[in-house]
């Protein structure tokens, strides 16, 4: 086989998109897989995922989604690494692991994962990512604890937001994602603000709606206070508040701690596990469920 790997540009979107849509996952309208390719905070002059071709025809694709975020370290640039996909000819020839390279070949990146498969999880390990989470904390609403203030209308949290955050704000408008500051009036979240805080809403397991946290602006006081705020925020009659080991005190409550079906992965030169969260990435271009 001729099979050329290459990067994709705006001409691959369409093509791609049918791609993913017939092959890799048909309950993901094609309009959502374009997102891969054309998402709003895409920095210039990136490539918008790579891809297999053969004869001219699109046979395998994977997307990296980039994002340039401050961080306590200063500004970096992120990669979350998405729909790794090769039709069944072309696999087990090569192919899909100089797809996999090509993917994560920029070494001033933090890439991450947070929906790979085992399988992929294995390969990559080889490629220098380590596990960035592999459990996570649970915390239903306590009764006992009363709720703190919350400000859950769009406008009147980007108002308390500083530029930055407004930015970030501003980029995932539209997107499937809940968000509230959360402990306003509280002087220990942000000097009274309240920490801004962003989830999904997702059912899971035995129907149960899980609050994934996607960021919070002070993951110390997500950890500190994570009861009361999960009887702030979560809703339904079996709703959890879930976060990532990663942004928990180990000195703090861990609720009920549990294991993540799929590891979550990332690489980075310089960052540690707790300045990686779930934002600017493919689940929330496709609305899916965080494993």
């Given at each position: 086989m001729s099979a050329v790997v290459r990067p994709a540009g705006e001409a691959d979107i369409e093509p791609v998109a049918a791609l993913l849509h017939e092959r890799m996952n048909a309950k993901i309208a094609p309009e959502r897989w374009r997102r891969l390719l054309d998402y709003p905070w895409r920095p210039k002059g990136v490539e918008r995922g790579w891809l297999v071709e053969d004869a001219g025809r699109i046979v395998g694709f994977m997307g990296?989604?980039?994002?340039?975020r401050p961080t306590r370290l200063g500004p970096r640039r992120f990669c979350d690494l998405s729909s790794w996909y090769l039709l069944a000819d072309y696999r087990g020839d090569g192919t899909g692991d100089r797809l996999l390279r090509s993917g994560m070949g920029r070494p001033d990146v933090t890439y991450q994962t947070m929906t790979a498969r085992r399988a992929t999880g294995r390969k990559i390990r080889a490629l220098g990512f380590s596990i960035l989470d592999a459990t996570r904390s649970l915390f239903s609403p306590d009764p006992t604890r009363p709720p703190f203030t919350v400000i859950d209308e769009p406008e009147m949290i980007r108002q308390?937001?500083?530029?930055?955050?407004?930015?970030?704000?501003?980029?995932?408008?539209?997107?499937?994602?809940?968000?509230?500051?959360v402990g306003v009036g509280d002087p220990k979240a942000d000097g009274g603000r309240g920490i801004w805080l962003l989830w999904q809403r997702k059912l899971k397991g035995d129907a149960i709606a899980y609050h994934d946290v996607v960021h919070a602006s002070d993951a110390r006081y997500l950890s500190a206070e994570a009861s009361a705020i999960a009887a702030s925020m979560v809703s339904g009659d079996r709703g959890v508040l879930s976060i990532?080991?990663?942004?928990m005190n180990p000195r703090d409550d861990q609720g009920t701690v549990e294991t993540i079906?799929?590891?979550?992965w990332y690489r980075s030169l310089d960052l540690s596990p707790g300045d990686i969260d779930h934002l600017f990435s493919e689940v929330l271009?496709?609305?899916q469920k965080l494993p």
């Amino acid at each position: 086989m001729s099979a050329v790997v290459r990067p994709a540009g705006e001409a691959d979107i369409e093509p791609v998109a049918a791609l993913l849509h017939e092959r890799m996952n048909a309950k993901i309208a094609p309009e959502r897989w374009r997102r891969l390719l054309d998402y709003p905070w895409r920095p210039k002059g990136v490539e918008r995922g790579w891809l297999v071709e053969d004869a001219g025809r699109i046979v395998g694709f994977m997307g990296t989604i980039y994002s340039d975020r401050p961080t306590r370290l200063g500004p970096r640039r992120f990669c979350d690494l998405s729909s790794w996909y090769l039709l069944a000819d072309y696999r087990g020839d090569g192919t899909g692991d100089r797809l996999l390279r090509s993917g994560m070949g920029r070494p001033d990146v933090t890439y991450q994962t947070m929906t790979a498969r085992r399988a992929t999880g294995r390969k990559i390990r080889a490629l220098g990512f380590s596990i960035l989470d592999a459990t996570r904390s649970l915390f239903s609403p306590d009764p006992t604890r009363p709720p703190f203030t919350v400000i859950d209308e769009p406008e009147m949290i980007r108002q308390r937001l500083t530029p930055e955050e407004r930015d970030v704000f501003d980029a995932h408008r539209g997107l499937a994602i809940h968000q509230a500051l959360v402990g306003v009036g509280d002087p220990k979240a942000d000097g009274g603000r309240g920490i801004w805080l962003l989830w999904q809403r997702k059912l899971k397991g035995d129907a149960i709606a899980y609050h994934d946290v996607v960021h919070a602006s002070d993951a110390r006081y997500l950890s500190a206070e994570a009861s009361a705020i999960a009887a702030s925020m979560v809703s339904g009659d079996r709703g959890v508040l879930s976060i990532d080991t990663r942004f928990m005190n180990p000195r703090d409550d861990q609720g009920t701690v549990e294991t993540i079906p799929l590891a979550r992965w990332y690489r980075s030169l310089d960052l540690s596990p707790g300045d990686i969260d779930h934002l600017f990435s493919e689940v929330l271009l496709l609305d899916q469920k965080l494993p």
